[in-house]
């Protein structure tokens, strides 16, 4: 029996989120029986649950709501937790898989009392956390410096973007650090509601939404995806489509910068519609879009474009390494240069059908050969057992 801890997830069953949706899918869609996943689950209630899902051994870990340092302490009460663990059960010849680059300065400590039990510790270092705006100078230094530790200390690395493969190898290559490649997955299965399903006609009807005529973005709020590009550029255009864009703007400083900034609230095609947590529907809701528009700049593999790439016919995506390794030809391209999305959107307005069903036809396909949930699990499995290491 492999043994495999899962640290830096939320937990599952996951509601959201790119971490908690991958273990979700990895615990579930497991296949190899050899395997036992031992799952750190976040909580902030001072009782905890231990309980299992779908076979894999979850246990509740309470931390203080302390702001940005709680998911530090979480990834280390999380490692606590895993160590007694194996001491506990008299575990052996296993594996540590952290998720995110958060403990480089304590790693080390750690990685000599797993190794002493054969526990090898691995790491998905995710994508560039210390290039986001949200954080402060002082943070953003110690996320690459926590980067750099956990680079160097780890075992081995699972990067779910060859750009983000490609970027440890040069700039860790002192390190020469032991890599390899497997994606975030998709869930490739249409959406079971129908157009006439109460929900569907609701959610429509109370945003004034018209079926198959506007443009989507779903994501973070955050100035690194680019929502002032993107809005700015559709307000530009001439198109009387609706912008709906699926997020979470409560208690958002940011919305309202760009409120004052953009005017967007003058502008009744920019429509917010707030978070959309009914998988079912938000997926209908991609699927009955005329385009999706991507905007992200930060980060590998991202699910938002994954499941866009898999569900919306037309996808308009900023053009950096990490869009254009996952879509390939099947999508368009933008830049931050005044009028390259206004002419985009303009552009897919006036797309022939065939042409429209050819790009469906060609992001569908991109998705079901290298992200299909079946093909990473498969691939992980693999590389646990130690089939293709």
Known sequence: MKNVFIIGSKGIP???????????????????????????CMTFDKEVKHYDYNGANCQEISIPNIGGA??????????????????????????????????????????????????????????????????????RKYWKFSERLMVKNADFLICDSKTIEKYIAKEYRKYKPETTFIAYGADITASGLLKNDDKVRNWYENFNITLDEYFLIVGRFVPE????????????????????????????????????????DTDPRIKFVGTVYDQQLLKFIREHALAYIHGHSVGGTNPSLLEALASTKINLLYNIGFNREVAQNSSFYWDKAKGSLSKTITRTTSLAKNDKK????????QVMKYYSWEKIVGDYEMIITGENI
Not at 14 to 40: P, Q, S
Not at 240 to 260: G, H, S
């Open 14 to 40: 996951a509601n959201y989120g790119g971490f908690e949706t991958f273990v979700d899918n990895l615990v579930t869609r497991r296949i190899n029986k050899n395997i036992k996943y031992h799952i750190a």
């Open 225 to 264: 995806n680019n929502f002032e590009t993107m809005i700015r550029e559709f307000m530009s255009s001439n198109v009387r489509n609706d912008l709906v864009i699926v997020t979470n703007i409560e208690k958002n400083k940011f919305y309202e910068e760009l409120r004052q900034k953009t005017r967007f």
């Open 70 to 139: 709680k998911a530090i302490l979480y990834d280390l009460k999380s490692l606590k937790w895993a160590l007694k663990t194996i001491k506990k059960n008299k575990l052996s010849n296993g594996i540590i898989y952290i998720l995110a680059c958060r403990v480089g300065p304590f790693l080390h400590q750690y990685i000599t009392r797993f190794h002493r039990y054969g526990f090898k510790v691995w790491v998905n270092p995710d994508g560039h956390e210390w290039k986001r705006a949200k954080w402060s100078k002082p943070v």
């Open 358 to 365: 050819r790009y469906d036809q060609l992001s569908e396909n």
